[in-house]
């Protein structure tokens, strides 16, 4: 199994570019999530998903949009970059959140 | 809203001594709690969880947690740490959202293990 996979690994944007940040998993799970870490911070909610067609905002959802058209993909947009969107994000999920989520490997974006 | 927080941000241990993590939680129902890992560069890996039952959970790499409800906690320990623990440790608790069917993770801000030889 793939598990959960993100892409790019690496990103470098300037201020006012739009991009996707692509997740998908293997596994038939439901829940999806995207995080934002940040030194200091921990991981933040950014968005979320119980199921296709059904996203909820999290903790720091400005400046970001998602979608679920399919159970295996929930891509993360950034519609005009800022500076202050530089972060790793994590995408993570789950069939059943009592059992935990599964994170993928992440993404390092960078915003100049 | 729910939160966590874990008090310290470094600690540092020798290899071969026990180790105790903490974190504290404020919830007004009974959350759902976990430990995750993550290895630099690296995802986070779920160590291990509560959500009820025992209050003493097993998990992997020989962790060890306890949910003491009158204190709010969720410490995890380990009695003899090796220097591929060596990671940073977040405690996360998970909340049902509107609707009673969704679902929330909560993380606190993390606490960097150092492991010296």
């Known amino acids: 199994n793939a598990g959960v996979t993100q892409t790019p690994k690496f990103q470098v944007l300037k201020t006012g570019q739009s991009m996707t940040l692509q997740c998908a998993q293997d596994?038939?799970?439901?829940?999806m999530s995207w995080y934002r870490q940040d030194p200091g911070m921990g991981l933040r909610l950014i968005h979320y998903?119980?199921?296709?067609?059904?996203?909820d905002q999290g903790e720091v959802p400005n400046g970001y949009n998602v979608s679920r058209s399919t159970t295996e993909d929930f891509p993360l947009r950034l519609l005009s970059a800022a500076p202050s969107q530089t972060s790793v994000y994590f995408c993570?999920?789950?069939?059943?959140?009592?059992?935990?989520?599964?994170f993928g490997s992440g993404t390092r974006l960078t915003v100049v | 809203a729910q939160s966590v927080t874990q008090p310290d941000i470094h600690i540092t241990v020798s290899e071969g001594a026990s180790l105790e993590l903490r974190c504290n939680y404020s919830?007004?129902?009974?959350?759902?709690l976990f430990w995750y890992v993550q290895s630099p560069g690296q995802g986070l890996q779920l160590l291990l969880k509560?959500?009820?039952?025992?209050?003493l959970v097993q998990g992997i790499k020989g962790f060890e947690a306890e949910f003491k409800r009158s204190q709010s906690s969720f410490n995890l320990r380990k009695p003899s740490v090796h220097w591929s623990d060596a990671a940073e440790y977040f405690c996360?608790?998970?909340?049902?959202?509107?609707?009673?069917?969704?679902?929330?993770?909560?993380f606190g801000k993390g606490t960097l293990l150092t492991v010296n030889p």
């Open positions: 993570a999920s789950s069939q059943t959140p009592l059992y935990g989520y599964t």
């Open positions: 596994m038939n799970h439901e829940y």
């Open positions: 998903s119980v199921g296709a067609g059904i996203t």
């Open positions: 919830y007004g129902a009974t959350p759902y």
């Open positions: 509560y959500f009820s039952g025992d209050t």
């Open positions: 996360a608790v998970g909340v049902r959202g509107s609707g009673g069917s969704n679902y929330k993770l909560t």
